[in-house]
């Protein structure tokens, strides 16, 4: 009877093994089998969507952009007259950094919001956009979402932005009301006497159009770094297919 059974306990252990590495095997072939269309496509899909997700995560963060110096959004170009001159505006010091900070509070409100807007957009990918994108440089994907939802998400987030420009911060002050204190006192001073002497003109930049600009291009900076951890760090590829995918660069680059 022991005997009987030391060959059953045997027998199961062989079977056991063997189903081992027939899995071993199996997941050899798979992962080695050359990609389909329908995993290129879905795997790049998947890899924009983890970018742009993470992406907006970061930014939408508290100082996820003003505490970023890679991303901060500073006065506009047009506004450094302002600093240059600012000790001539009374309490003028205090205003450009309410300013400073309260545009990028309002930038990181608006981020929360951009991810859904990203993945509607992923879903027109092409077959030849993914095998391209693929095979492309590092910053492939994020450069093809770039081109072809700059304009749809700067149209879609611009009342965002507005929004939140003009939605009450510290002191019951939105970014817009500091902006517009801001740039009113060096209008007047720019437009007096004094200040025409002296060859100031005055600001008028849209605050709205220059700020979803700048959040975006930030943003885009964010989806570019997601992308390369993910084409680079094994770590990244938080799903099976995102592995298999981007698993085929790692095989080319070490020649297997």
């Known amino acids: 009877m022991k005997k009987k059974v030391l060959t059953l306990a045997v027998s199961l252990m062989l079977l056991l093994a063997s189903c081992a590495s027939l899995m071993t095997v199996l997941d050899t072939v798979v992962s080695s089998a050359p990609l389909t269309e329908a995993e290129v496509s879905d795997g790049l899909k998947e890899a924009l969507i983890t970018g742009a997700r993470n992406a907006a995560g970061r ?14 959004i500073l006065l506009p170009e047009e506004a450094a007259v302002i600093v240059d001159n600012i000790s001539k505006i009374p309490g003028g010091d205090r205003l450009v950094q309410d300013v400073i900070l309260s545009i990028n509070r309002a930038a990181e409100d608006a981020a929360r919001d951009v991810a859904p807007i990203f993945v509607n957009s992923v879903t027109s990918m092409t077959l030849r956009d993914a095998f391209g994108i693929l095979n492309g440089s590092d910053d492939a994907a994020t450069r093809y979402l770039h081109n072809t939802t700059y304009d749809q998400l700067y149209t879609l987030y611009t009342p965002k932005i507005g929004a939140s420009i003009n939605k009450p911060l510290v002191g019951n002050v939105s970014t817009q009301d500091t902006w517009d204190a801001l740039t009113q ?67 080319r680059q070490t020649g297997a």
């Open 185 to 251: 006192q060096w209008n007047q001073f720019a437009t007096s006497l004094a200040g025409r002497l002296a060859g100031f003109k005055p600001v008028e930049t849209d605050l709205s159009s220059y700020l979803t600009h700048r959040a975006l291009d930030g943003m885009f900076l964010k989806v570019a770094e997601e992308e390369l951890k993910i084409r680079e760090d094994v770590n990244a590829r938080v799903t099976p297919l995102l592995k298999r995918v981007f698993g085929t660069l790692d095989n």
């Open 59 to 72: 930014l939408g963060a508290t100082d996820g952009y003003f505490g970023d110096q890679a991303v901060r």
